[in-house]
């Protein structure tokens, strides 16, 4: 990845739980110092936690906040943003600044359509993000340089994993990443959930069932191997895990993986007024 010095001043306009863990990644990688973080939120608490807690700069008025920034990262919820990308805002924001959106299901043409002659770079991260184990997607658009490209990978890459697509991808990634952390919690809970009922106490049920999807994703990664030969090494002829997978082939869980992905792309339609 390329060097730090690239990423110059950076704005938050929203920092609530996605926009404090970049925060939190880039001031960690010391990637930034806190004088060059600026945030714009609306609530007064909000801002003194912020202050508090990071000693970054914050304002009510998110044209303060942009004021001389290279990269404004945009991080308020979908439905926020057009009464907060205003035309007043657009302005305020400097020429020389890249756009940085992680709003799920919204396109780059309509943050280029609100916040006009700007570079704008798409981004789908997740939760795990927090812990510095998240997984983003980022997409620029054709005005992003190299450079503020390679700025933006340092931003997202401070805190986990990211790789760098086409937009038409965009939705798809959402709906395996983005939400992805949404099914695993839930598995998680309900292996956990299975271990009480086998007679273990819930928190060791709950540690070793996230352990044990910790564990696998981190195994699946590293070695490369493809899921399908991990699963082919754990089951021995006739035994017990092979057991256990033909009673989750028989629920359908395979099935549950492909209709909840297709249920998060028809929400994100329909959502987008496009259904
Ligand atoms: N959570 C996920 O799993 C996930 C994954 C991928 C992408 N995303 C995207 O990340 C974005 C942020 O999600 P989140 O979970 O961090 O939401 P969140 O915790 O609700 O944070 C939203 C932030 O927006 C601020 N805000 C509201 N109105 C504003 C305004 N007029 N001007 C400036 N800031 C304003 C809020 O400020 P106050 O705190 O002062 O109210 C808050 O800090 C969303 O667009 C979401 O689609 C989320």
Known sequence: MGKIKTLGKVAFIGCGAMGEAILKGILKAGLLTKKDVTVGVPTVGRREYLSKQYGVKC???????VADVDFVVLAVKPQMAKTVLTPELAQAIPAKATVVSIMSSIDISMIQGMIPDRA??????????AVGAGMSAIAPDQKTTKVALEAVKNIFGSCGEIVVLEESSMEAVSAISGCGPGYCFVLIDALADAGVMAGLPRNLAIQLAAQTFAGSGKMAIETGIHPAQLRDQVTSPGGTTIAGIHAMELHGVRGAMY???????????ALKGNK
């Open 120 to 129: 704008v770079v798409r981004v789908m991260p997740n939760t795990p993000l």
């Open 59 to 65: 304002f009510a008025d998110n044209k303060q906040a």
């Open 259 to 269: 209709d909840a992905v297709q249920a998060v792309l028809d929400r994100s339609e």
